[in-house]
C-alpha cells in the first residue's frame, strides 16, 4: 500500500504510541501532584490537589476511550464500514468536568468558611483552635 493511500484512521493509529505515552505522562505527573498538594497543611493547595486529581481522573478516562473513529457518532449519512466514534466517553467526560466543577465549588465554600470562622487556612492552626 502506497502512503498515498493510507486512511487518516491507520496514520493515527501509527502515531498512537507516543500519543498514548504523552496522556500517560500527563495523567501521571497531574496524579503525583494533586496527591502532593493534597496533602498539604495549607487547605487552598489541598484544594488545588483535589482540582489536579479530577484533572488527571478526567485525561485518564479521555486517554483509555480515545479516538476510536472519524465520523462524529450523530449523522445522517454515514457512509457503511467507517469508523464511528464512542460518544460514550464524551459524555462521561463532560459529566465528570459537571461533579468536579460543583465539587471544587463546595470544598472553596467550606474553606472560605473555616477561614472566617478560625481566621486561618492552615489545616494545624483549625485543629489547634478546636481544642
Known amino acids: 500500500m502506497t502512503p498515498a493511500h ?20 500527563a495523567v501521571g505527573i497531574l496524579f503525583a501532584i ?41 449523522t445522517t449519512n454515514v457512509e457503511a464500514g467507517r469508523a464511528v466514534s464512542d460518544p460514550l466517553v464524551q459524555a462521561l467526560i463532560l459529566t465528570a468536568v459537571v461533579v468536579s466543577f ?10 472560605n468558611i473555616a477561614s472566617r470562622r478560625y481566621g486561618s487556612v492552615d489545616s494545624d492552626d483549625i485543629s489547634d483552635l478546636k481544642r
Open 6 to 25: 493510507i486512511h487518516p484512521y491507520q496514520k493515527w493509529k501509527d502515531n498512537a504510541h507516543m500519543t498514548d505515552l504523552l496522556f500517560a505522562m
Open 102 to 111: 460543583g465539587s471544587y465549588a463546595l470544598l472553596l465554600g467550606l474553606i
Open 34 to 74: 494533586g496527591v502532593f498538594q493534597l496533602l498539604r497543611r495549607d487547605l487552598i493547595k489541598a484544594a488545588m490537589g483535589f482540582s489536579m486529581l479530577f484533572t488527571a481522573i478526567n485525561l485518564f478516562i479521555l486517554a483509555t476511550g480515545a479516538y476510536q473513529g472519524d465520523v462524529p457518532p450523530y
